[in-house]
């Protein structure tokens, strides 16, 4: 009977120790999953960040403050671009007082949004809770109002591009990566992850352009699959070849052909390469005997690096950093030379920019054998957030490029960009509330193809605008006072004469 009793008791202490230690394994893979997502947050990996703050919500849904990450990241990786903020102003009373970064976060969101006045207002408020406590963030603070500054600078002053969105099916909820286009064929290749997971969820796909618009993609099985940061194809134009890099054996560069409808099994390009540390994002130019690529065997993080081939002995030379005027002490990467070679596009995460990474272009000066100090693409190509695999197509006025900008349908999407343009604009705003100028306001005109990007005027005391506008486009205008909208209506404009025409536009409000 006392047996009995005491193998009842153990085994209810074991029942017992088994749940306390479970509960003790679960809690430890909370706080692991929960310091993995801060980790993510601080590197400003939203969405990966996203997605373990969801796993710690799965386990315990009352975890610390992890609704709060949750409704950071949600709104700073783009899930939420066309939601209210109100969800996130609501944490203001909670976190407002007592986290440091809740301002830092909502100017953030704020600067996703395009919102610049709103985003230096809350990084002013940053400064001001990073100043009371004592935080070594004060100068990340100045540096993000300084930042803001610049961006108005772009905003306000667009470059001589416009852009456009792919729709679906081409861009979807996923990312796409590395476009290229074939002109003759209307024919676009890119690399995507939709539908699939694991280690190498990157394939290729290909898509024709119609009279309906893009086609369904059709996955290119052949080409294989990649990982994000190998999901680099290039084309040579002269001979059609379409050259990706593929990791396996130190790395080294394939090609494959169009075949019909089809594209060849990729076979190697020259096995000399693969001595090149040639890292992912490449450039081969169209004589196939010189390779620029982004690599990391410097101390500076990526460098772009270039190899030639001799054309004697077929050996390709020891890689070398590229100008120094183009490399900098920040990260330097995706690289595309035009066909003359006097040109070099490339995106670097430097300060001074519009956002993480952006697209700068360099000019080669045969005088004096060096490049020019890069400039800065502007605003709309680059955005505040990061733009990869700038290309231009062979008219070396348009082409294509990735961003995660605000409005992407996933994580990055393509872009279609052209040159443009500009005509000069002009005119007076009447406020009929009181029969005269409307003053201390500003308009607008946002292109259809791209409405978060405007050409701005202020009003003045006689209520006149006058700014440059795209040439050929429809634009919604907006008019606005005190930071609100009070008039919008829709406005064409269709000038291809080239000649320098003023052209007059009066609005009337009330």
Known sequence: MIDSRITIQLKVVFICLGIFSYSVSHAQKEVRLYDKAD????????????????????ISPDFGDVDYKIAITSYLSGVRDDDSI????VFEKTYGSTDNHYYYWLGQIHLRRYNLDEATLAFNKFEQSVSYSGSSNKDESSAKIEHVQQLKNFFNNPDNYSIHQLESPVNSGSAEMSPVYFEEENELLFASNRNKTGETPYVIYYSKSGPNGWEQPTELKNLGNFTRKNA???????????????????????????????????????????????????????????????????????DLYESYRDPKTEKWSKPSP???SVNS???????????????????????GGIGGYDVYISKYDPA???WSEPENMGWPINSPNDEFHFKMNFDQSSGYFVSNRLHTKGDFDIYFFWEVDKVKIQGRIFDQSVNGPLTNAEIRFHPSQYLDEYFVS??????????????????????????????????????TSGDPTTHIKDFSVN
């Not at 109100?86 to 102003?89: Q, V």
């Not at 001595?275 to 500076?300: M, P, T």
């Not at 920040?330 to 430097?350: A, G, H, I, R």
């Open 232 to 302: 680099n194809i290039e084309v040579v134009n002269d001979d059609g070849k379409l050259f990706l890099f593929r990791e396996e054996n130190g790395g080294d560069l394939f090609y494959s052909q169009a075949d019909g409808a089809k594209w060849t099994t990729p076979v190697e390009f020259d096995a000399k390469v693969s001595n090149n540390h040639l890292a992912s994002h490449f450039f081969i130019n169209e004589h196939e005997d010189r390779i620029i690529f982004a690599s990391d065997e410097g101390d500076n993080g990526l």
């Open 368 to 370: 004096t054998f060096s």
């Open 86 to 89: 109100a969800d996130f102003l």
């Open 458 to 495: 202020a009003i003045d005391n006689t209520g006149r605008y006058s700014t440059k506008i795209i040439s050929d486009e429809i634009f919604k205008v907006e008019i606005l006072q005190d930071g609100k909208v009070i008039h919008e209506e829709n406005f064409e404009i269709h000038d």
């Open 322 to 324: 590229f100008y120094s």
């Open 329 to 351: 002490k920040f990260n330097e990467d995706s690289p595309y030379l035009s066909p003359d070679e006097q040109t070099l596009y490339f995106c670097s995460d430097k300060p």
């Open 39 to 58: 980790i993510e947050l601080s590197d400003h990996q939203y969405t990966e960040a996203l997605n373990l703050y969801k796993e710690v919500k799965d």
